[in-house]
């Protein structure tokens, strides 16, 4: 135990320290946070179980009722099952008539029977826009082992079931908890639903990314990266769009990944709001 002895300075410990010597007791608040952390990681690995469920969906295509904005949409979706959120690539240019074909394993988190879809359009320079949604409650023939596919009914600004359909292929498989992968990069985010607007994040609440991994929608960082275009690409660009500054012009560049195509098609629709 610790003998305080004073000195000039003041009065020090000489000896071995408490155990609560220096620490700060976490608030209420903060202990709540690591509590729902922890639960929405045993929930996500169904870690506490013997086995758990994987579902495989295959987004395929989707069919939208209507093309919002003044070009073609670049819609992608995003699934949201329990705390997991996984998303598509974007269909650059499709419009009314995405195809993702995109496979996405997702882990069942134990009493969860149904998971949550979202298509947005992703934008260049604002946020990207929610066109549509709905909610999808699993087939219970997939645990007898058969593979659906369906097309399921979207809603959004026209109406309930009225904005298109997406067509999805399902599976389901049952594995040991010991034996399962990691997942697919996914983040946890705090939500709440709202009625007729869908999960929405919780004020104040801060987001959560699994450790080690890539959160959802942020590439990985690549050591000693090449640059994504030339100066000759750049120069092409300031050509064709003379009234635009040169500055924007290689911000577009860079927020497109140097994809020349996608970089015209976002200054073209620049300037058709000039």
């Known amino acids: 135990?610790?003998?305080?002895?004073?000195?000039?300075?003041?009065?020090?410990?000489?000896?071995?320290?408490p155990q609560d010597f220096l620490r700060v007791t976490p608030t209420q608040q903060q202990q709540q946070i690591q509590l729902d952390t922890q639960a929405a990681q045993q929930l996500q690995y169904?870690?506490?179980?013997?086995?758990?469920?994987r579902l495989s969906?295959?987004?395929?295509?989707?069919?939208?009722?209507?093309?919002?904005?003044?070009?073609?949409?670049?819609?992608?979706?995003?699934?949201?099952?329990?705390?997991?959120?996984?998303?598509?690539?974007?269909?650059?240019?499709?419009?009314?008539?995405?195809?993702?074909?995109?496979?996405?394993?997702?882990?069942?988190p134990p009493g969860v029977d149904s998971f949550y879809l979202e298509i947005f359009d992703e934008r260049a320079f604002s946020m990207d826009d929610r066109i549509a949604w709905t909610h999808i409650p699993i087939p219970e023939s997939l645990k007898e082992g058969k593979v659906?596919?369906?097309?399921?009914?979207?809603?959004?600004?026209?109406?309930?079931?009225?904005e298109g359909m997406i067509n999805l292929i399902m599976s389901y498989t049952s594995v040991s908890a010991s034996m399962m992968m990691q997942?697919?990069?996914?983040?946890?985010?705090?939500?709440?639903?709202?009625?007729?607007?869908?999960?929405?994040p919780i004020a104040g609440v801060p987001t959560i990314y699994?450790?080690?991994?890539?959160?959802?929608?942020?590439?990985?960082?690549?050591?000693?990266?090449?640059?994504?275009y030339n100066e000759e690409d750049l120069k092409s660009l300031q050509?064709?769009?003379?009234?635009l500054d040169k500055e924007v012009i290689r911000s577009v560049m860079e927020a497109?990944?140097?994809?020349?195509?996608?970089?015209?098609?976002?200054?073209?629709?620049?300037?058709?709001?000039?």
């Open 46 to 53: 169904g870690a506490t179980m013997g086995t758990v469920g």
């Open 256 to 274: 497109q990944l140097g994809n020349k195509d996608t970089a015209i098609n976002s200054l073209l629709q620049m300037t058709e709001e000039l």
């Open 183 to 200: 997942p697919q990069p996914v983040v946890l985010m705090p939500t709440v639903y709202q009625q007729g607007v869908g999960y929405v």
């Open 239 to 243: 050509d064709m769009f003379p009234n």
């Open 148 to 162: 659906v596919d369906e097309w399921y009914s979207l809603s959004g600004q026209q109406g309930d079931d009225k």
């Open 57 to 108: 969906i295959t987004v395929v295509q989707g069919k939208l009722a209507k093309n919002y904005g003044m070009t073609r949409m670049d819609p992608y979706c995003r699934v949201r099952l329990g705390y997991a959120v996984y998303e598509t690539p974007t269909a650059h240019n499709g419009a009314k008539n995405p195809r993702w074909n995109k496979v996405i394993q997702c882990t069942v």
């Open 210 to 228: 699994n450790p080690g991994m890539v959160p959802a929608g942020v590439p990985a960082p690549v050591a000693n990266s090449q640059p994504l």
């Open 1 to 17: 135990m610790a003998t305080p002895i004073s000195t000039q300075r003041g009065q020090v410990y000489i000896g071995e320290l």
